[in-house]
């Protein structure tokens, strides 16, 4: 592809490249892209993936295709002789923020993933009006303002497709819009494919509880992408939109096999679907009825089809985010969706013996994941040891019936945009250390051989100081917030939760607050950084945040601890954020209660990134323990066993755990005095009664070892020499979680294609 900025500036605007502000370059360069991939052929081949997903967090998309299409430098040169820079423009652009977190950020991941190996696969969801909220901070608390992003957005193409969907008491008309998703050094494409209402009302400010009347509903199915990860908003409008979505997913599938040469019959040799959690497990039974009641199947026959054409992806053990649906609902949404799920549960309770623990329909409520286990030919896990608590406990009884659809397909990270888009001075050196092959293969093995090599080991310092002048600048532009530059930059990033535990990040930073009041003066300074939104009715969360954005202004108001303690809450973490943030961190805090996370992404990021991890034995951090060694990683924490037995045992008794002197003094100070007169009372009051009565996720069970295996990073972190060595194992180690590795498995052992 040749690209000439100057020409283009003179046949749109009459003017010459120098004289455009950034924000019209930034639209041209997305428009450049968007006619360019227009004429790109789309992968080929008889069977096609379908992923469904209610989220893709895609991120900004200019400079990761510039990337993909191979003119990066050559763009940014060219806007360079005429007195811009790349990086400003990049700025402008809006960020689509339709997903939540960790699971949306991974089918984004992944549909990059699998252009990039050349494989026929399209991303399937709905074309959110409003994306996740954007957070402000307000009297120290999170204040949720609404995304509209689609108005200043450049990459939807209008599709052709458009279909009907019926509701119980109503029907809408659907329109389909796509945004090609390249591949790194690819001439073919996929699409991410987002349906939507063909017209919707947007005067209705999105909130996470209207009750809609049938007619208002009609107009707002796509309104607003629901804000809670790893939860269950359990509110009526989420099962439309889920409706809505694979209704609409379950007849484009139908629609393309048939002009790719299907006579349905045949069509698992045509199509695959991998649902992306439960959220589009519907499609299921919609399936089933457009065979049986559009193209006159026998039931039986439409149940055998869709059997062998739907694989599904389990990403949490946590119970409030397994969907539950009662069947009044379903009946209210489709009622004849709701029939078919009664008659998939009678045809399951007929094959497997009337097992109420299997049950698809218990107690008039329908299991959701129990369908997609029953009806679909796969379900995996997204690490190994997720995939073996499944196996062991949440599913056993489903593992005992059917073994051979059980595997761990463990999560990974695109390296396109991890590294080398957020990354580029990492990047550099790898290409002069290992030459460029790893930009394809994500091998990163070779720099294994340099790790007593002094040279190396500086120049990955010296990359490791470029990522941080670049945080430094982002947060001080972004955040108002000045960052010492040899602080040591400690980073928890991620959706606030409290199996997450960023409540114990907090006791610890009560604890070195302590210590340095006491006359501990550290050896350099210390930059805690937190990023995360929190559902607008997750009320504890909530409280997590009031405490942080407390402790940061309290101890930058110390004369005596600011110096050598800083913690920085980032307003608004979003995709355009971690890849500023992630290359730039030291320590990695991955210190979910051992058992709960089940997988994490994250924590491959700032692996990739050179960051040492400070981690439980939890997800993806096992995994990562096993491959870097004892050496290079700081494990510590209950074990997940051992979690799972006070659980089953109703044996942890939080309280005898906060009378504990030292643990006491840590949760008391969250309702101080001070505190109280500066804060909000309320919210200090209830998250340390939380802490000391209920501590559901068991933080006050690992905090002293916690605190003290920080202090031992902090140690060894002056060793430097010892500790480059550490981050280039790490670094070199990363290969195992490119999510092209992850993608050629699913392909390898489920979708085939
Ligand atoms: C979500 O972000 C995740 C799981 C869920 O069930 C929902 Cl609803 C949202 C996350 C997991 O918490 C995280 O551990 C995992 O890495 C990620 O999905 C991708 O698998």
Redesign the pocket.
């Known amino acids: 592809m040749k690209i000439d900025l100057e020409a283009r500036s003179q046949e749109k605007f009459g003017r010459p490249l120098a004289e455009l502000d950034d924000t019209t370059i930034c639209t041209m360069l997305e428009d450049i892209v968007r006619e360019h991939a227009a004429t790109m052929p789309l992968n080929e081949g008889k069977r096609r993936l379908y992923y469904l997903s209610a989220e893709f967090l895609i991120g900004r998309l200019l400079t990761n295709n510039l990337i993909e299409l191979g003119v990066y430098d050559d763009v940014k040169a060219q806007l360079a002789a005429a007195g811009h820079d790349l990086g400003a423009v990049e700025e402008r652009e809006v960020e689509p923020s339709l997903g ?4 949306g950020r ?1 089918a984004a991941c992944f549909l990059d993933s699998i252009a990039t190996l050349g494989l026929p696969g399209d991303g399937v969801g709905l074309n959110y009006h409003y994306g996740l909220f954007h957070q402000r901070f307000v009297d120290l608390q999170q204040a949720a303002e609404p995304d509209g992003w689609l108005d200043r957005q450049d990459w939807l193409v209008k599709d052709e497709k458009a279909y009907t969907v019926e509701f119980g008491g109503f029907t809408v008309k659907s329109r389909l819009y796509d945004i090609d998703v390249l591949g790194y050094g690819r001439t073919t494409k996929n699409r991410l494919r987002l349906f939507d209402l063909e017209s919707v009302d947007d005067s209705l400010v999105p909130v996470n509880s209207i009750d809609f009347d049938k007619g208002e509903l009609a107009k707002n199915l796509t309104l607003f992408l629901y804000p809670d ?2 939860d269950d908003a359990g509110r009526l409008l989420r099962v439309y939109q889920e409706y809505f979505m694979v209704s609409n997913a379950a007849q484009l599938i139908l629609d393309e096999a048939v002009e790719r040469g299907s006579n349905l019959h045949d069509l698992p040799d045509y199509a695959v679907v991998q649902i992306n ?1 439960t959220h589009p497990s519907m499609v299921i039974p919609e399936l089933v009825r457009l065979l049986v009641d559009v193209h006159g199947f026998e039931f039986d026959e439409a149940v055998s089809v869709v059997r062998r054409m739907v694989a599904y992806t389990n ?2 053990i946590l119970a409030e ?1 397994l969907e539950k649906w009662p069947l009044e609902s379903l009946k209210t949404v489709a009622p004849r969706i709701a029939e078919i799920v009664v008659k998939l549960d009678e045809l399951e309770r007929a094959e497997n013996g009337s097992n109420d623990a299997v049950a698809i329909v218990r107690d008039g409520v329908v299991h959701m994941a129990h369908m997609a286990i029953h009806y679909g030919f796969s379900i995996n896990g ?1 690490a190994a040891l997720h995939t073996k608590i499944l196996e062991d406990t949440e599913l056993h009884p489903f593992y005992e019936l059917y073994p051979e659809k059980f595997s761990n397909k463990t ?1 990974g990270i695109t390296f396109r945009r991890w590294i080398m888009d957020a990354n580029p001075a990492l990047s550099g050196v790898l290409d002069d250390v290992l030459g460029t092959d790893w930009r394809t293969s994500c091998d990163l093995s070779g720099l294994l051989a340099f790790k007593d090599d002094d040279a190396v080991l500086a120049r990955l310092d010296d990359a490791k100081s470029e990522a941080k002048a670049g945080m430094r600048e982002f947060l001080w532009e972004t955040q108002g917030v000045r960052i010492p530059e040899d602080a040591i930059i400690d980073v928890q990033v991620k959706r606030i939760h409290e199996y997450k535990r960023q409540q114990m990040l907090a006791l610890y930073i009560i604890w070195k607050y302590l210590d340095i009041k006491n006359g501990n003066i550290p050896a350099r300074p210390l930059t805690i950084i937190f990023g995360g939104k929190a559902a607008p009715a997750y009320t504890i969360a909530q409280d997590i945040i009031h405490l942080i954005l407390l402790l940061s202004r309290w101890i930058a108001a110390d004369p005596v601890v600011s110096p050598h303690l800083q913690v920085v809450m980032i307003e608004n973490y979003n995709v355009s954020a971690a890849e500023r943030v992630i290359p730039a961190a030291d320590i990695s805090e991955q210190i979910s209660l051992a058992s709960k ?5 994250s924590n491959m990021k700032f692996m990739l990134n050179g960051a040492v991890t400070l981690c439980t034995l939890d ?1 993806a951090n096992v995994e990562i323990a096993d491959l870097v060694g004892d050496e290079n990683i700081y494990t510590f924490g209950t074990s997940s066993k051992e979690v799972e037995r006070l659980y089953a045992e109703h044996a942890y008794d939080a309280h005898a755990h906060y009378l504990r002197p030292g643990v006491k003094l840590l949760v008391d100070f969250i309702a101080n005095p001070a505190f109280l007169a500066l804060g909000n009372a309320e919210r200090l009051h209830r998250l340390h009664d939380d802490m000391a009565w209920k501590d559901w996720f068991m933080a006050l069970l690992d905090i002293e070892e916690y605190i003290q295996k920080k202090e031992q990073v902090l140690a060894d972190y002056e060793n430097r020499d010892a500790w480059r060595k550490k981050s280039l194992v790490n670094i070199a180690k990363a290969g195992a979680f490119s999510s092209d590795r992850t993608i050629r498995q699913y392909n390898e052992d489920i979708w085939h294609l």
């Open positions: 939540n977190g960790g699971l991974l990860d790893s959690d990403h949490t985010a997204v999560n996370e089940a997988s994490g992404t997800g």
